[in-house]
């Protein structure tokens, strides 16, 4: 006889979250309170309804199964760091790098605008966990939000549901999330923060970063303020395991701006040239990092999915992603081709048709898919997927490798000498900006450690949190600066990137193994020609050697600017980052 199969108990709400909810509910006057389990019918249910409705679109079933175009409002593209505030009681803790708001003002602005705000809509109650479910090193938060579209994104990019709730039972805490669609009004749009009582508030926008909270608000903006508080590093980050030829297997973390190559590199698919290399991908955006038992760092990706940037992944440029969004994919702002399939710069299948705002598609319009148009599917798709991703300790990791978009002045690679003169290095990322936020595009701006739009507090901070926590390791990992995006003077990028940007990273692996030389230059060691395995690879000398140049002119105003910058922090900057400034300008001189 076939036993019926056991539904798992509901598990426990805890009171304060009963109570939050409740109270989020008295104040935006929801027709509904759905609470999230996580489940494949949950989706399901929600994909049906959000199909219903025309928000998702699906695509065609033969060729991309399971997978659905969402098109957000044309207003309403990428995140928007204008409206994105830090309300600490002290403007002096969000620092100048932060807009700032007083947590009072802030809260009460908020309220205004969701005061009634979901009326007729659902409540979804999200509890999510940033981690694997059962490691120490991973948080829990519940998101509050009238967007089946977002529950359905978190719960591809977080663990999500009864799992997250039951565990969020037993810590106690969690980070509030409170968001609404509003009425995407850009002149009502507001991203706040209050990392003193671990909450946030956003407004007004549907998109990625802005709205699904446990991602850019949780796991960098609260998460670094509360890794400050614990002694540990939340950062914009991707993680990767490198095997090698011998068989040896290092983990690497690097930390680039938004559209700058992180999710690329973390699903690098080697060059014939470089035969027995293979790099598996443990995260692609974020990394919590912790100094371990033994004196080395850490890492764990609190994801469990992509939110990627779809134009450019083309089975060229990237064939583990190509691959990886055949099937049970949401995308977001691309355009379609005539069969119904999702097309952007580098999609193969037919030109496109329509436009990602649902026009036929018109070049005097501007391009046919949004510049900014995103993928979302869960890391379990993804060819290269590593199993160390779910691993409770993290990966320990060998290497920190920064890096910008910058067509000019910075080299390929380049090492710090030590932890201390890395972080300056972290510290004076400059980087192009990109359409990943709104704003103009291309605009060389100054972004530390690639968190520019994402630390939660005051960099000065920030920086001498970063010295601490290194002089806590006594196995720290190295730091490497690295430049995809260098171009000649007729525009065009003299480094072929992609999967050749393994050559960079075995030049980095032979510097921790001991095994590469080096030469040293004022900014840091930098390979010689022959220190790169370039076989197979036709490179203009000329190109090389202006990709391994450095120019001690431009370096010496590069230091000066950043110097001038750093200025605005004032007595928050800490005099060890200062005295690595000064040795710089002094090997410059
Ligand atoms: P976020 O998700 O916004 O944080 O971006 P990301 O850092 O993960 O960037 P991603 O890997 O998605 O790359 C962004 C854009 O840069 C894409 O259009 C890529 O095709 C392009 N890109 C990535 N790596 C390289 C490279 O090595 N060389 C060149 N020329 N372009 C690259
Ligand atoms: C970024 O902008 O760095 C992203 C996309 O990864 S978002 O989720 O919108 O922040
Ligand atoms: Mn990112």
Known sequence: MATQPVMPAAPHRPAALEAWVNEVR???SPARVHWCTGSEEEAAALTRELA?????LPLNPATFPGSYLYRSS??????????TFVCTRSERDAGPNNHWMAPELARRKMDDLFRGAMRGRTLYVVPYCMGPIDSPYARCGVEITDSAYVVLNMRIMTRMGDAALARIARDGGFVRGLHSTGELDP????????PEELAIMSFGSGYGGNALLGKKCHALRIASWQARQEGWLAEHMLLVALDSPTGETHYVAAAFPSACGKTNLAMLIPPAALPG????????DIAWLHPGPDGRLYAINPESGYFGVAPGTSPTSNKN???MIRHDTIFTNVALNARNEPWWD????GPPVTDWQGRPFDPANGPAAHPNARFTVSARQNPSYAREADAPAGVPISAIIFGGRRRSLAPLVYEARDWSHGVLVGAGVASETTAAATGKVGVLRRDPMAMKPFAGYNFGDYWHHWLTVGARLTRPPRIFHVNWFRQDAGGHFLWPGFGENLRVLEWVLGRVDGTLGARDTPIGFMP????????GLTLDPKALAELLSVDPAAWREEYTSLARDFEQYGDRLPEGLKAELEAVLARLA
Do not use: C, Q
């Open 528 to 535: 010689a020609a022959e220190d790169l395995d370039l076989s």
């Open 346 to 349: 580098g999609a193969t299948g």
């Open 74 to 83: 044309p207003n309403d593209v990428a995140r928007v760091e204008h409206v």
């Open 52 to 56: 219903a409705r025309g928000e998702l």
């Open 26 to 28: 008295a104040l935006t």
């Open 277 to 284: 290399w293979k790099v598996r991908t443990i995260g692609d």
């Open 321 to 323: 992603a190509y691959d």
């Open 187 to 194: 002149e009502r749009r507001f991203i706040m923060h209050f």
